[in-house]
């Protein structure tokens, strides 16, 4: 029991210790951080060629064209190839069933 209140004393002593030095800092020293802060450089970008922007620009649109330009290719080249109506399967069946009956009736 003597040895926590110990303890506890050692360590409240300590606690006001520490506040007490920190109160007593040097204010010249936190005017001077304070001003370092305050000094701060501005990052400023080199300006943009129009021209280098022109083809920046021209580029971005480029890129944003090719799906659709890939897109519609794709389409172009895997549609049926277009047939002639004469030439449907259907018709060719009846044209055939047609020469058989003919040739029969002779």
């Known amino acids: 029991m ?3 209140a110990a ?11 520490g ?4 109160q007593s800092a040097d204010p010249a020293r ?3 951080l304070e001003m370092e802060a305050r000094q701060r450089r501005h990052v ?5 060629s129009p021209e280098q922007a022109a083809r920046d620009v021209e580029s971005a649109a480029g890129e944003i064209d ?21 030439q449907d399967f259907d018709v ?3 044209i055939q069933a047609e020469g058989i009956r003919r040739v029969l009736r002779r």
């Open 66 to 86: 090719r799906p659709a330009r890939t897109d519609r290719l794709m389409r172009e080249l895997t549609r049926p190839p277009h047939r002639r109506p004469d």
């Open 92 to 94: 060719r069946q009846g």
């Open 2 to 4: 003597r040895g926590l």
């Open 44 to 48: 400023v970008r080199p300006p943009v």
């Open 30 to 32: 936190a005017t001077r």
């Open 19 to 22: 506040t007490a030095h920190a």
């Open 7 to 17: 303890t506890a004393a050692l360590l409240a002593g300590l606690a006001l210790a």
